[in-house]
């Protein structure tokens, strides 16, 4: 674990905060109206820039495409092209000119896909529904992160899932404190700001669900622009806090077994001094595998299985058993590091049983930050 944690501590840099919000798309046959039958499959990665342009990178596998564009519809319904990508014949990538209020209104709403075409289906193989994404958040609390730093032996942990409505659920736990309220602030990392939802419970433990966020609230969740503040007797204006950062965020489609695909997801905060879990669910019944991580992520077709990250920056493959429901997983402490890195991670099960010998989970970026 510690040469996991060492290689992960001189991964590549990333930006935070750099983005407006962050969108994603699985692609796949079954989402084309009608549905296509393929073995082709994709992802997409979109982010809206504060000029309200909109960076884009889309990568496929198992196709040969002949155009891809971002269209006008809802889940199920087909539209017209909005917006032709560059690129292919696999992967399309680049920046958009400046959207219009209407157009983004759509891009929030879930009213755009993307869709990439071949000579064998030219009205679209495989296709994804753009969606807000990363939806999962964590926190880790502690004193030192106040403005200005308590002294306190008072720390936390939160968990955030952003639902359909742009309503949050929330679970906060803490540890060595007595508190008298906590709730949710609008602010940067080393400011303070005003309350944006009270939490319910206390004085150890708060759970529930807000009320819905509006997009631009949404797009301060996503670009590190909220905080947990938890309040006690002692230091009213706060003795523990924690920035909310996205815990993880899946892209991409397995390879699934008989029973269905099997997924991997992550909770907690990646952060210095957090931990981060992440779990398999929906795997082999006691089987085992190993959680693979790269620096990169990709779209490759190996024996009919998608591969999700790119196999020449792979730096460890941690091995993970499945209990009798096919579950599992590891926890990973972050001690801190000079940098924000990305991970990506995805985990192959073994399964005799399955044609290809193996199975496939979603892949899951982990954006580790040092702050």
């Known amino acids: ?203 150890t433990a708060w759970a529930g669900t807000t009320p819905a966020m509006s997009p631009a609230q949404f797009t301060s969740l996503q670009t590190g622009g909220l905080y947990v503040n938890v309040h006690t007797a002692t230091n009213p204006a706060g003795e523990i806090r924690g920035q909310i950062h996205p815990s993880g965020v899946p892209y991409g489609v397995g390879c699934p077994r008989a029973t269905g695909p099997a997924s991997l997801l992550a909770t907690g905060a990646p952060v210095t001094g957090g931990t981060i879990d992440l779990r398999v669910t929906g795997g082999r019944p006691g089987g085992t595998g190993f959680l693979v991580a790269s620096f990169l992520p990709d779209a490759d077709d190996v024996l009919n299985c998608p591969v999700l990250i790119e196999t020449a920056v792979v730096f460890a493959f941690l091995p993970v058993g499945l209990d009798g429901s096919g579950e599992g997983g590891l926890r990973l402490p972050w001690p801190g590091s000079p940098s924000a890195i990305d991970v990506y991670f995805q985990f192959l099960g073994l399964d005799g049983s399955a044609p290809a010998g193996f199975y496939t989970t979603n892949g899951l970026l982990l954006p580790i930050t040092n702050r």
Not at 43 to 58: E, I, M, P, S
Not at 68 to 89: A, E
């Open 1 to 203: 674990m510690r040469t996991v944690l060492a290689m992960l501590m001189i991964g590549v840099t990333a930006s935070i905060g750099a983005a407006q919000v962050e969108f994603r798309a699985d692609l796949t046959g079954d989402q084309e109206v009608p549905p296509v039958t393929t073995r082709a499959f994709g992802w997409g990665h979109f982010t809206l820039n504060a000029n309200d342009t909109v960076t884009y990178r889309v990568e496929t596998a198992a196709l040969k495409g002949t155009a891809s564009h971002i269209h006008v519809g809802k889940r199920g319904q087909n539209g017209g092209v909005l917006i032709p990508l560059q690129g292919g014949d696999k992967v399309w990538s680049g920046t958009t000119a400046p959207l219009s209020a209407a157009d983004i209104a759509l891009l929030q709403s879930g009213g755009l896909y993307v869709n990439v075409h071949t000579q064998a289906n030219p009205a679209g193989e495989i296709r994804g529904q753009i969606e807000a994404r990363p939806v999962r958040f964590g926190a880790h609390l502690t004193g030192a992160r106040e403005v200005p730093p308590v002294s306190t032996r008072g720390v936390g942990d939160a968990t955030f899932v952003v639902n359909p409505d742009r309503t949050i659920t929330y679970s906060v736990t803490t540890r060595n404190l007595t508190a008298t309220a906590a709730h949710i602030h609008v602010g940067g990392y080393g400011q303070n700001g005003g309350v944006l939802f009270p939490l319910s419970g206390g004085p």
